[in-house]
């Protein structure tokens, strides 16, 4: 096999690797949940159709999510404010300190599992219906028969035990969340 | 280097909420304003920020395989719903199955049998999409091709099929039964094993379990083989292709496609195999190692806030250590430290020292280059072969080695059931000094082979079947077993050919007929030694026969 025939495979490897953290820094800067999936996509095509200029001694992942942040500021231009109800100047800020999120997103893929299986079962079968079976606190009322502000409550308290547990895996995994 | 937010430090109500309206979308222009003001004072606000929209991103990315699933779906739809499949990494265990475009001509795997495994399914979703990156020049939709492939995918939940699946979805549930977990690996053998609390054969992300005695084999969906000496916990993780070693021993074997790649976390490092068998002791408390028998893997020190993350690559001979907080250490590769493959201990020769590997059966091919390492490497090519036919071999325990006499004159008579060993030595570095070996193999030696010429003559009834052996030309004279075999080299022979601190290869068996004793020169740079390969049968004292172990 030639390096050619060997590029899709290899683009393919590297872009799955980085996708936790592109999709983190897309969600992080977008309002719109179903718009992160498109703006993934996006620059996921756009690293493809450059790929050729992409230099191999620089990190694959910096080059990506350079192209993510200029396809999400061109976001924010076309949505204004519809793109994020945060001011420009906070989101810049946040930005411009997320060096961290490779290290986040890592803690998230590593313990995520591990915490949610040691949510108590009422959670954990709000966390599935939510996310699983419902793309909105709306929908998964209607699952559940609960209010929409009860379950966004609900999750509110669920993130919270979920972070301090991925917090807490790290230094132990018999942590409860 | 920050990480997630300390929860030592309570998490202040209200940001907590209005991060929440955000995830939401429920966020009121007043309540907007509130959470910039907090972010734009608090920089561990905003790291709890971002924390929180990355725990967001991740649940969400969790629900866009079940969404794809239940999606009606049109041809533009279709590469996406392909993509979102492979970036949810969604553990489930799923049936596919082809429609035919005919429905009276069932697919073929159109059937009871037709479950695949979630690793086998995103395989086969990772290939399209690689076909598809190398086919499509721009535009999602201009893969045509691929898209056609993709809806021909039925992806089907857990054997049901889309109208179950439709019915199971619509109506509300308000205590639905737990949606079935998929597993990420199976409990796939055990040597005498004791359990704190015994797993199922299926286990799933998140379990934990810990071997207290014996010795257990777990394959990952990925196809990486482990196994597991005690005392050791392991627990199980989302990604099918890694597994974390919180104590204990294990020797990974990586041999397939899927499980290139795969990941051994464990307290002090994090070993990556790059297609391999390893060993990773991590039965002290303040050390983990890994040590290298074949191929290579990369060695990373786990990410802790504050620490930068070092990496090494190591290749088979090598070994190294790291502990909390240190960097790595080189240390003396030991593969007798670990069970390399439970179910041919029996047949593993006692040896001594770190300079021989016991890898069992051998699989894969033994090309020059293809097995480097700075051990003699012996594997198991027969168990319990009758001959056939008389096999010619180049002397046995009455007959020692004459290198100067004619090679592959004795012979092993047919109808003797034997276990055929091979022993491969193909240096990286080689060594200043020959190297002295003993090999007890606990059962008569019939024949041993060291010449090429008698290596070629009986790959095919004495190999392992389906085993790629060198094939180099022969060489004229007198110079021994030529590029395979062992080489000695007459003293009459000696001038420009031969470099000054030359020493002969030697072999003999031992007067009791068991053991056999090697010497061998391990320099680099002699034209006609490419490598050095003795062939070696033993009496079979077992019931077992060939077949996969």
Redesign the interface.
Known sequence: MDQRDEQPAEFVNRILAVQPRLRAYIRMAVFNPSDVGDIVQEVVTTSWEHYARYDPSRPFDAWVMGIARNRVHEYRRDQSRRASPLTMDVLHLIESEADDLEHTTAQIEDALESCLSKLPAEDYQLVRTRYERSDSNRAASKLLGKSESTISRALNRIYARLLICIKQYQRGPEVQP | ???????SRR?PAEL??L?????????T?AE??R??AL??AS?EA??????????????????????ALDTERDEDQGI?VL??L??A?R?AVVRLRVEASNEDQPGPCESGESSLSRGEVAGAL?YL???W??S?????AAAAAVVALVLTLSVVFMGGNRGELAQR?GP???S?A??PTPAVAALTAEFGAVWERRPGQDLY??Q?FTLNAGMAEVTTASGAVLLLEAPATI?L???DNAI?L?AGKLVGVCETQRSEGFVV?TPHMNIKDLGTRFGVDATAQATTRVHVFEGRVEAAT????GNSVHRQQLSSGMALAAGAGTGFKPVTFDPNRFVIDARLEAYRPDFAGTRVSWLGQLVGGLEQDQREADTLQVFIERRGTTLEQPVPVDFNADQPWDPQAPLGQHAVQAGVRVDVYLLHFDLVEGFEDPQQLVLDFGRPILGVIVSQDTLDATDAVLGAPGVGYPSFPRLPGLYGGGHRGLNYIPAEAEGDLVQPEYTNDLATISPSGTRLQLRLWGGHGEPWSKMDQVRVLVRSGRDDTDGPP
């Open positions: 280097m920050s990480d997630t937010p300390d929860p998490v907590l909420s991060c929440g309206k955000l995830r939401d979308q429920a966020i222009d907007a304003q959470l910039s972010l734009k920089s905003r790291r709890f920020f971002r924390a929180f929209m990355a725990l967001a991103s991740a649940l969400e990315n969790r629900g866009v395989y079940e969404e996406a993509f979102d492979l970036l990494e553990q990772r999409l690689v076909k990156v190398r499509a020049p721009a535009r999602w979805r509300v549930d308000p639905p737990p949606l992300a998140g934990r627990e993780l989302r990604n974390r919180h976390h786990p990410r802790h806030a």
